[in-house]
């Protein structure tokens, strides 16, 4: 007559041999269907001021500079006048943005206009 000993050490012997197949079932799986993985295609080279006109190139700073920090649909999505513009391009430099004098005077008018 077999025990009650004998007959849980049968059955943690078929859990384990269960566990063991099971593991060894999903890792042949897993390795079976791994993603296949695609380099980005290179970006555009983005041409110089003097080719691009001054409404184009004042994009470029603004998605350059606003890009840093945040998506951009935050930017494009946004609608305020001049000194909205103005107010909040002075809270971004007060969190990091680094722009000239210039470059604020550019992206404040960009903006307002759009």
């Given at each position: 007559m077999v025990?009650?000993?004998?007959?849980?050490?049968?059955?943690?012997?078929?859990?384990?041999?269960a566990m063991v197949l099971a593991i060894i079932g999903v890792s042949g799986c897993a390795a079976?269907?791994?993603?296949?993985?695609?380099?980005?295609?290179?970006?555009?080279?983005v041409e110089s001021d003097a080719t691009v006109p001054?409404?184009?190139?004042?994009?470029?700073?603004?998605?350059?500079?606003?890009?840093?920090?945040h998506a951009?649909?935050?930017?494009?999505d946004a609608s305020m006048d001049?000194?909205?513009w103005e107010t909040?391009?002075?809270?971004?430099?007060?969190?990091?943005?680094?722009i000239s004098d210039e470059e604020r005077a550019r992206i404040v008018d960009y903006l307002s206009e759009q």
């Open positions: 025990g009650i000993s004998d007959m849980k050490r049968v059955l943690l012997l078929s859990m384990s041999a079976d269907e791994s993603p296949t993985i695609e380099a980005p295609e290179p970006a555009a080279p001054e409404t184009d190139s004042d994009r470029v700073l603004v998605e350059s500079k606003c890009s840093q920090c951009l649909d935050r930017v494009w001049r000194s909205g909040t391009v002075r809270r971004m430099e007060a969190n990091g943005l680094s």
